[in-house]
């Protein structure tokens, strides 16, 4: 049996597919032959585009609001079955001092990037062991857990816990052939980093041995390593692709 139709018979879940790195992840799965189904809290251009796709789902659907996610995984496994695998993509960044920072925007960085994960990874995780045929599941984390930056902080503590998280999620589910890495993307030409003035792009691009920002298809490749048989005998472990920024 080919890769391809192997991959055709695979359903992977993508929270916060509509954009940047997310819709990267989402086209880049398609063109693998993968069923995509996946959730942001708005429609794009994208998903519009794509909407007529056999094997692409999409819903509104919000991490902060617990039934929204229920429905969405219920609807994208009425039409496309069982989750092979899910890619926690969905986050928001809160850029400034912790001292200044609005107690509504850490309240909403901690229940998106971090509650509303945790949730809605538990929903998925319930259903791969009710099928009993193993899967993958893949947090696409940040180098800010793995380094400091200024002004990140919050961030940071999100982003560290997802890496903690994957470490023992991963030991929860070995017996169960279920995988759990993630993926620590650095700087990357998206939404995210058009906030950061031109002195902090240039001293981003010092500090990088390859010279230049990532785009989000930097990141494609190692999801669909992670997704595939090649990394059937890796689990908990981090995966840093930023350019060597972090070296």
């Not at 790195?21 to 251009?45: C, D, H, M, P, W």
């Not at 759990?180 to 650095?186: C, K, L, R, Y």
Request: proline share 2%.
């Amino acid at each position: 049996m080919s890769a391809h139709i192997v991959q055709q018979a695979r359903h992977v879940l993508v929270s916060g597919g509509s954009r940047g790195l997310g819709k990267a992840i989402v086209q880049g799965l398609l063109t693998s032959g993968y069923r995509v189904s996946t959730f942001s809290r708005n429609s794009s251009e994208f998903v519009e585009k794509v909407a007529g796709e056999e094997r692409f789902y999409f819903d509104r659907a919000d991490l902060e609001d617990r039934p929204s996610v229920s429905s969405f995984l219920k609807s994208a496994e009425a039409r496309f079955g069982y989750p092979y695998a899910l890619i926690n993509c969905a986050a928001i960044a809160v850029d400034g001092l912790l001292a200044t920072a609005a107690e509504d925007s850490i309240r909403q960085l901690l229940l998106v990037n971090g509650e509303g994960t945790i949730r809605f990874t538990r929903l998925v995780v319930r259903r791969m062991l009710s099928a009993k045929r193993g899967g993958v599941i893949l947090n696409i984390s940040s180098i800010s857990s793995l380094r400091g930056f200024k002004g990140m902080s919050a961030y940071a503590f999100t982003k560290g816990g997802m890496d903690a998280f994957t470490r023992a999620l991963a030991r929860e589910l070995g017996e169960q052939k279920i995988r759990v890495n993630s993926i620590a993307p650095g700087y990357y030409d998206t939404d995210m980093s058009h906030a950061l003035s031109e002195a902090q792009k240039q001293q981003i691009l010092r500090r990088t041995p390859l010279g230049r920002l990532g785009s989000p298809e930097d990141v494609v490749g190692a999801v669909l390593f992670f997704l595939s048989d090649q990394a059937s005998f890796i689990t908990g472990q981090c995966l840093v692709v930023d350019g060597g920024c972090t070296v």
